[in-house]
């Protein structure tokens, strides 16, 4: 079986290549069925082509297709619009490997803009996913959502209105998220249970958080660590949290520029944050109990430095927040850690960590809250100028796949 | 399924009193079943013996399952063909083991009313599953409204449809015909198309053959297309979901096992949801009792866990369920109807569980 299976992949691939061909789709009646079967017969090699207009659809799109590039004329002249989707819970859903999705505009979709499930090599260039009523509740969770992928590429995606987070990369590996801008969302960018991410050269702007590194619980890849953040500029993250409860996302401040949450091997670095009204740069522990006995809820081996920070942390609006910043003379340091470094293990015991920081940035403020859970109302804080245990290692930059890269400096 | 039985009886008779074999032109095309390209209509295959399809070919045998899909209430004809010298081989778990060229065949249709479901027929769609050299294929024939056609649909399509239910109330859905990338949402594991009803625990029941009712199981046994099968009474029995002399987390559970489990797995297309309902989870958070969404998003509906023991009303499970909005409602496919009578049933397995003081 294994040998057929291998014979058929290598003959696709091989026909693909010489044969390769333009699947061109224009708007108009019937764009939902003459885009789908595009996407359905489409073959390895193939571009699924779509000239200008706006493709009014009415239910979501998806390809298994290995090896296609689904490209449009440009965000704003091609635009699938999901105004009237029924159904599917995406406006794309990618499946198959090495698939490319570029220069078009996603707007309105009823739940996550695009999304690639289990695909190694997915890039997706130059698009504008949006909703167009502005951020509200009932839009779709996330504008680009590569999960459980390998060797993801996003590059010039700008995403707003979305109640989850802009740009998420969830339980994924080797990432790269650049030159694109997230704003209006409740989240810009948000990597998620994943591991050797950079995520550079971005604008995160007017979110409730700017960036987001995250850890949690109970998912099939756990143990987020080796994310790089760098040269971006989170600025004015001043919308509301408007993600509905239940969400992680429902609990980040408003105002809060970088957020890191029960990670390791994070580096904060040469990036520009001012106008956060929460928090310049957050280092926090998970803060729910947990039922999985693998998982580590503390962040560790941070590095921040370099950071060029502007007026941050002056109007903190989580719990505790506010008088902390009385306390601390009216606005919070640029970078703020919990100091948690013990936390109960599922079955009671508790245990305790070395967690290493080097946090050049200052002043900094440890809250000094000790044990997993405790509240930031019960903060003890201690400000200092710096924050180091040592010089922590770099993660070495993200290589993406074979023409990835070159995809990504090609503009 | 009465239908079919009894077109089959028909024709038996009929066969009986010829002493005819059967015309060759009625014969199941095995080959085209199993060729690259599918055929471009239904009536090609010979699986049934008339143009509309309510007779089926003898080589047919007609089957039920325990627990079925929902699929906005439309009724299901289904029916297993083997080739000729083939067998199914008995598995435990999972579907039962289908020789190839073995063919899946799935009727999808609406009375015009439904306090009499067996008059004024409307056929919308038939599906194939087809185990082919290479792997199972899906394909979906749609009917036209004569009711004489079926024709290959590979990109989806809408089909209006309206019923009285069995309220006495009138229906209008969008009917949702699946393109072909949909149907491997629910019938991939690992990302192989994989049959998802035709498990022994849910083909474990009687079935109302025409010459009398006979366990499912025994039948295929004693017609010579499935080996290896223990005795129905020692083998394991998915519940009914709609039997309330079941147990309701029993009837519950096999429903989420149907309806859910096939993306809600570990290899499934939701496995990074981390929430898993098949029959065989026992891992309480994985199951959803004080799990947190991952990536609901609006479909979280403003709760805070999947399940709240004792308490439907704040248990998103619930709520998907409920919804018919696309982003908010579960299944994200293959419905534009909520079910009504598996919401009551979770929700009152909901309130079945006892709080636990677990951490979540």
Redesign the interface.
């Known amino acids: 079986m294994r040998t ?2 291998f014979g ?1 992949l290598a003959f696709a691939m091989l026909s693909g290549a010489a044969d390769a061909k333009t699947l061109k789709v224009t708007p108009g009646a019937d764009a939902q ?2 885009l ?2 595009a ?3 489409a073959k390895p090699g193939d571009v699924v082509q779509l000239a200008s207009g706006r493709y009014e659809l ?3 799109l ?3 297709v290995a090896n296609v590039v689904v490209q449009g004329m440009g965000p704003g002249k091609t635009i699938l619009a999901f105004d009237r ?5 995406e406006g794309l ?1 990618v ?1 198959s490997n090495n698939v490319t999705v570029r220069d078009l505009s996603i707007q309105n ?4 803009g695009v999304k690639s ?2 695909v190694d090599r997915i890039s997706m260039i130059n698009l504008v996913v949006e909703w167009t009523g502005g951020p509200r ?6 504008g680009v ?1 590569p ?2 992928s390998t060797n993801v590429l996003i590059d010039r995606v700008t995403v707003r209105g979305a ?2 987070a802009g740009i ?1 990369v ?2 994924s590996k080797n990432i790269v998220v650049q030159n694109s801008r997230a704003e209006y969302n409740v989240a810009g960018i948000e990597i998620e249970n994943s591991f050797n991410a950079d995520v550079h050269d971005n604008v995160s702007t007017h979110n409730a958080g700017g960036i987001l590194v995250f850890d ?1 619980p ?4 756990m143990g987020g660590h080796s994310t790089r953040v760098f040269h971006n500029e989170v600025v004015d993250n001043d919308t509301p949290n408007f ?6 996302v429902a609990g980040v401040p408003t105002g809060t520029g970088i957020m890191v949450m029960a990670n390791r091997d994070v580096h904060v670095f040469d990036n520009h944050l001012d106008g956060n009204a929460s928090s310049g740069v957050m280092l926090v522990a998970y803060l ?5 006995p693998t998982y580590n809820p503390l962040p560790r081996d941070i590095s921040v430095h370099g950071n060029l920070f502007g007026r941050n942390g002056y109007a903190p609006v989580w719990k505790g927040g506010a008088e902390l910043a009385t306390a601390l003379g009216g606005s919070l340091p640029p970078v703020l850690w919990d100091g948690i470094t013990s936390y109960p293990k ?1 079955d009671g015991q508790v245990v305790s960590e070395a967690v290493h920081l080097s946090i050049s940035d200052g002043p900094v403020v440890n809250l000094a809250l000790k044990l997993q859970g405790t509240p930031a109302t019960k903060a003890d804080p201690v400000v200092t100028k710096t924050l180091s245990d040592g010089n922590l290692a770099e993660p070495a930059p993200v290589v993406l796949a074979g023409g990835q890269m070159e995809m990504g400096r090609a503009h | 399924m009465k239908l079919a039985a009894i077109g089959a009886i028909g024709f038996a008779g009929a066969l009986l009193l010829t002493g005819a074999a059967p015309p060759p032109d009625t014969a199941v095309d095995a080959a085209l079943l199993v060729a690259d390209d599918p055929a471009p209509t239904l009536a090609s295959y010979h699986l049934f013996r008339d143009s509309s399809a309510r007779e089926p070919n003898l080589a047919l045998v007609p089957y039920t399952l325990n627990t079925p899909l929902f699929s906005d209430y439309a009724l299901k004809f289904r029916y297993l063909f083997v080739p000729p010298s083939r067998i199914v081989s008995y598995r435990e778990q999972g579907a039962l083991d289908f020789p190839v060229g073995t063919t899946l065949v799935k009727t999808f249709a609406y009375p015009a009313d439904f306090r009499a479901p067996d008059e004024k027929l409307r056929f919308i769609e038939t599906r194939l599953l087809i185990h082919k050299p290479q792997g199972w294929v899906a394909l979906t024939y749609v009917w036209n409204d004569a009711q004489n056609e079926a024709v290959l649909k590979r990109a989806g399509v809408r089909v209006p449809v309206s019923f009285i239910d069995a309220s006495g109330a009138e229906q209008r859905i969008d009917y949702q015909v699946p393109n072909v990338n949909q149907c491997k949402e629910c019938h991939s594991l690992s990302g192989a198309i994989v049959p998802i009803g035709p498990k022994a625990r849910n083909l474990n029941r009687d079935y109302d053959y025409s010459e009398d009712a006979e366990n499912q199981l025994a039948h295929w046994t004693r017609l010579g297309l499935l080996q290896g099968a223990p005795s129905p009474s020692v083998t394991a029995r998915l519940p009914q979901w709609d039997n309330a002399a079941e147990p309701i987390e029993a009837r519950a559970r096999a429903y989420l096992d149907v309806n859910c489990g096939h993306c809600h797995n570990r290899a499934g297309l939701a496995s990074n949801s981390g929430l898993y309902l098949t029959f065989e989870e026992s891992d309480p958070t994985a199951l959803g009792i004080g799990k947190r969404p991952v990536a609901a998003g609006k479909g979280s509906g403003d709760l805070l866990f999947s399940i709240v023991p004792g308490h439907p009303e704040q248990s998103i499970l619930v709520y998907r369920m409920a919804s018919t909005e696309p982003g908010v409602m579960m299944p994200q496919i293959g419905r534009t109807l909520s079910h009504k009578e598996a919401v009551a049933l979770i929700s009152d397995y909901i309130s079945s569980l006892k709080p636990a003081a677990a951490r979540n």
Do not use: C, H, M, W
């Not at chain 1, 989707?85 to 819970?89: I, N, P, R, S, Y």
């Not at chain 1, 979709?109 to 996550?112: D, I, K, M, P, Q």
């Open positions: 057929v299976l058929v069925e003459r789908q079967a996407l359905i017969d009415t239910d979501g998806s390809l298994d989707q029924k159904g599917e819970a859903l499946t979709a009823r739940g996550n499930k289990g509740a009932g839009n779709g969770s996330y959502y999960v459980t109640s989850d998420y969830g339980q949690l109970g998912l099939p890849q993600a509905p409860k239940g969400n992680t729910n109990t947990f039922t999985d599922p």
